[in-house]
């Protein structure tokens, strides 16, 4: 008996067809009009919509709401059908263990079903979700990423650093597959300080002539950090010429700044979708990748969508993944907003301004809106600050309710230090943010920063 191919499984001649890589991908998105875009979206839409009236866990969730097939008309009617979360998908798969039902896998006799590829999500807020790809819309993910990499300028000769994690993890495979299908730069695909340790990721880096890193932004510090105590000035012993990371509202100089990097950038995406949006060398806000993603930004409570330029929870339908997982309406509870106007590159695509913190990890402080990475950003931001925090969530007995920002700190006994930050903190949120300060590498058990890709940030007691 003869299975499917990974490599045979699909038309890879009309998916590059139909999805510009890279090097014309500029030249494409500058020529198409948006209406032309539109056109290629209602398109993709529809076949979306019907694979998904064909998977269990749609075909409840729409139904729930009286929807029936053929209500859904094209992209006019997408807010007809009920957005849903990561919570959702962990409660299909408590009902179908171990693989829920959001998939496709049992649309197709075992013998005939495309080949898969199975990961998980990093579980940094709460117990890892499962993630399928199918062939077609595993390399249309590593075009898309591969784009970005290719706008912001990655070079032939260029030697990539990457500190994403692997294991069951899908970052670090994801990350390597667009590097090594679709450019021909030198790829170290190091990992985690568990999986290498760091103190030989900065030997690797010095002996392979590294000029690019990619990963979290909290491990790409702590390296620089390791590299200085190994006796090493990673501005001057190193040639990192562009940093590719996950920057939040952390300032890019507290990431770029340390290993003399000329450019860092920034990109978007979960492990359910893909890469979304990337900045440019405009850094002009984040390029949605608009004729793969439909991006919604609606109001967490209501749903509604809200005017540009406001905040609001990403919603997201990739109109390739017609497949064996479809991804429609999916909120990721990450919180962006629209840019208005154009892009100064030229493109004819929607701009975010970025990652701007969790609505299910925000603190709502005696009226408040508060986000963990917000608060982090401003606090390492002070000179005695050495760049890492964590913050914490407190209720005493009376019901009152506390954010504390633990700072690391040259001297955690610095009275100075400690009220200039509280000051600045107050002066920039509005209202009083607890301080305490720790000595350098005292918040690691906490963040767990040397052994995750993403860093802990937020530690709730309220809901202990």
């Known amino acids: 008996m003869t299975y499917p191919d990974y490599f045979q499984s699909f038309d890879a001649a009309a998916m590059l067809k139909d999805y510009p890589p890279g090097p014309v991908f500029l030249d494409t998105f500058r020529a198409l009009s ?13 076949k979306v919509v019907a694979r998904g009236w064909e998977i269990s866990f749609y075909r409840r969730l729409w139904s729930e709401q009286g929807l029936e097939p053929g209500d859904i008309k094209g992209l006019n009617d997408i807010g007809k059908l009920p957005r849903y979360s990561k919570s959702d998908l962990m409660a299909s798969i408590d009902l179908h263990p171990p693989f829920g039902d959001f998939h496709g896998m049992d649309t197709y006799p075992p013998e005939k079903r495309p080949p898969v590829v199975f990961h998980t999500t990093s579980g940094t807020t709460g117990a890892p979700q499962v993630l399928f790809y199918d062939a077609r819309s ?49 790829f170290l695909s190091a990992g985690t300080g568990n999986e290498t340790r760091s103190v030989a990721q900065v030997e690797l880096m010095r002996r392979f002539g590294v000029s690019v890193i990619v990963g979290f932004s909290d491990y790409i510090k702590k390296l620089a950090q390791v590299a200085g105590e190994q006796g090493l000035k990673p501005d001057h012993d190193f040639s990192i010429r562009m940093i590719i990371a996950h920057l939040g509202r952390e300032p890019r100089e507290a990431i770029g700044g340390p290993w003399g990097a000329e450019h860092v950038y920034d990109w978007y995406g979960v492990g359910d979708t893909g890469i979304i949006a990337f900045e440019g060398p405009d850094l002009d806000g984040m390029h949605v990748q608009e004729d793969g993603h439909v991006l919604e930004i609606l109001d967490d409570e209501t749903g509604v969508p809200v005017p540009d330029g406001e905040d609001g929870n990403m919603v997201d339908t990739v109109l390739f993944k017609d497949d064996i997982f479809p991804v429609i309406r999916f909120d990721t509870k990450d919180v962006s907003g629209f840019l208005p106007g154009s892009s100064s590159l030229g493109l004819n695509l929607r701009r975010i301004k970025g990652f701007l913190g969790r609505s299910d990890n925000m603190v709502k402080l005696r009226g408040i809106n508060l986000y963990p990475i917000a608060i982090g950003a401003a606090a390492v931001a002070h000179p005695a600050a050495t760049g890492e925090y964590v913050c914490r969530a407190e209720r005493d007995a009376t019901g009152r309710e506390e954010l504390v920002v633990v700072v690391e700190v040259e001297d955690p006994a610095n009275q100075s230090v400690h009220d200039s930050l509280a000051a600045q903190l107050k002066q920039l949120f509005g209202i009083q943010i607890l301080v305490e300060l720790a000595a350098k590498g005292a918040t690691a058990a906490l963040t767990e920063v040397d052994r995750r890709q993403k860093a802990i940030r937020l530690i709730d007691n309220r809901k202990t």
């Open 34 to 46: 948006r209406d032309e875009l539109r056109a290629r979206q209602e398109n993709r839409f529809q």
């Open 138 to 186: 595993r390399e249309l993910q590593n075009l898309f990423l591969s784009r970005a990499f290719h706008v912001m300028g990655l070079k032939p000769e260029d030697v990539v650093h990457s500190v994403y994690g692997h294991g069951m993890i899908n970052g670090g495979h994801y990350v390597r597959e667009a590097f090594v299908h679709y450019s021909n730069s030198i």
